[in-house]
């Protein structure tokens, strides 16, 4: 069984750029998995951020990109703020409508 | 705007059932797949199922295929998971999304929670 596999933690520096990956425990990342992720702060429900490895979702701040680094798929924080520090999650499609949610990296900004 | 509301969480028994149901409004239901996914307390997020836009085809995680099933009623704009055979590690916040393409969870609802203890 394909794991999607995340850093478990992360810290960056208050106006510092960060970049999160989401790869395979077997395999590369390419954007035929339509990586997407999401953002999800204590108690609440996540929000989505990019989907399609890329696009960024309706009024989410351009500092925050998508892309293929490598053989993963990575998310891009630039000029971190305070209210970024929240839990990041990834997920890949798998084919046959099976989706995948990655372990999710939990972002400290100090 | 979208609007996602989960509800039927609750306290179960072990070997118990629960029917979740999630009431969608603000977009065309009848013309988008959905999605639930669950997290349980404490742990990272877990996809459970995806169903088509005209409820004819559905899709599960493994683990959960025979347990779980999914399903819509269209003209009542309510999207539907019946859960069987419960066990204490399927408690968990249960979540409710809008498909926006290519398997993207494009909007959330709030989540219902569902405690499976004896």
């Known amino acids: 069984q394909t794991v999607v596999t995340q850093e478990p933690s992360f810290s960056v520096s208050p106006g510092g750029t960060v970049t999160l990956t989401c790869g395979l425990s077997?395999?590369?990342?390419?954007?035929?998995?339509?990586p997407s992720w999401y953002q999800q702060t204590p108690g609440q429900a996540p929000r989505t951020l990019i989907y399609?490895?890329?696009a960024r979702s309706s009024g989410v701040p351009d500092r925050f990109s998508g892309s293929i680094l490598g053989n993963k798929a990575a998310l891009t924080i630039t000029g971190a703020q305070a209210d970024d520090e929240s839990d990041y999650y990834c997920?890949?499609?798998?084919?046959?409508?099976?989706?995948?949610f990655g372990g999710g990296t939990k972002l400290t900004v100090l | 705007q979208v609007q996602l509301v989960e509800s039927g969480g609750g306290v179960v028994q072990p070997g118990g059932s629960l029917r979740l149901s999630c009431a969608a409004s603000?977009?065309?239901?009848?013309?988008?797949?959905m999605h639930w996914v669950r997290q349980a307390p404490g742990k990272g997020l877990q996809w459970v199922a995806f169903?088509?836009?005209?409820?004819?085809?559905?899709y599960y995680a493994d683990s959960l295929k025979g347990r779980f099933t999914i399903s819509r009623d269209n003209s009542k704009n309510t999207l539907y998971l019946q859960m069987d055979s419960l066990r204490p590690e399927d408690t968990a916040v249960y979540y409710c999304?809008?498909?926006?393409?290519?398997?993207?969870?494009?909007?959330w609802g709030q989540g219902t929670l569902v405690t499976v203890s004896s």
């Open positions: 999304a809008k498909d926006v393409g290519t398997y993207t969870l494009g909007y």
């Open positions: 603000g977009f065309t239901f009848s013309t988008y797949g």
């Open positions: 169903i088509h836009y005209d409820g004819n085809t559905k």
């Open positions: 077997s395999g590369s990342v390419s954007t035929s998995y339509y």
């Open positions: 399609n490895t890329n």
């Open positions: 997920v890949l499609y798998m084919g046959g409508g099976i989706s995948v």
